[in-house]
T-cell receptor, first 116, second 113 residues
């Protein structure tokens, strides 16, 4: 079946601009996660949705970052006033969200964001 | 502060040998542990998970967990050149299941033909 999809695959923007990154999870997965991965680092947790609500947004670095999931499926990560330090690969993952200790997250291909 | 530590490598292993990848974590409340493989320029791909102390085997892969020592490892038997990748250890502190994972920086594994 279809996996997690993310668009765009690459995004180049200028410092100060606004960007939106989209994630379409695996069908039937109620949990959705955003991570950010810089070169040479592991993915860094940003935010997690259970259904439409953000269950944990403790990883968002500051108030320039915001994410929504209005219908409990597709999610959009929004970054305002982008800075060069925001350049990274933004990964989305989804899971069944069934509450089992081993609820497994499956990752999308990522969006590579470059802020000039 | 949740921390997951891995030796960044590179770890070089001859083809056909056993590759041993190690990970330690700081939060004693951690409940489940995941190993992901990441090829260069690609996204992480799940290899296996473990949540009970002891060993768990899946094909050529064995995950080992020791909660008392806060240590988890991944063994790859009969290593193949296609196993060359970065291996990420990830920890879920929450006992309730779905939650953000804390990742280590990854170990870069090279299998020498």
């Amino acid at each position: 079946g279809a996996g997690v999809s993310q668009t765009p695959s690459n995004k180049v923007t200028e410092k100060g601009k606004y960007v939106e990154l989209r994630c379409d999870p695996i069908s039937g997965h109620t949990a959705l996660y955003w991570y950010r991965q810089s070169l040479g680092q592991g993915p860094e947790f940003l935010i997690y949705f259970q259904g439409t609500g953000a269950a944990d947004d403790s990883g968002l670095p500051n108030d320039r970052f915001f994410a929504v999931r209005p219908e409990g499926s597709v999610s959009t990560l929004k970054i305002q006033r982008t800075e060069r330090g925001d350049s990274a690969v933004y990964l989305c993952a989804s899971s069944l969200g069934a509450g089992a200790p081993t609820d497994t997250q499956y990752f999308g291909p990522g969006t590579r964001l470059t802020v000039l | 502060q949740k921390e997951v530590e891995q030796n960044s490598g590179p770890l070089s292993v001859p083809e056909g040998a056993i590759a041993s990848l190690n990970c330690t974590y700081s939060d004693r409340g951690s409940q489940s542990f995941f190993w992901y493989r990441q090829y260069s320029g690609k996204s992480p791909e799940l290899i296996m998970f473990i949540y009970s102390n002891g060993d768990k085997e899946d094909g050529r892969f064995t995950a080992q967990l020791n909660k008392a020592s806060q240590y988890v490892s991944l063994l790859i038997r009969d290593s193949q050149p296609s196993d060359s990748a970065t291996y990420l250890c990830a920890v879920n502190v929450s006992g309730g299941g779905a939650d953000g994972l804390t990742f280590g920086k990854g170990t870069h594994l090279i299998i020498q033909p």
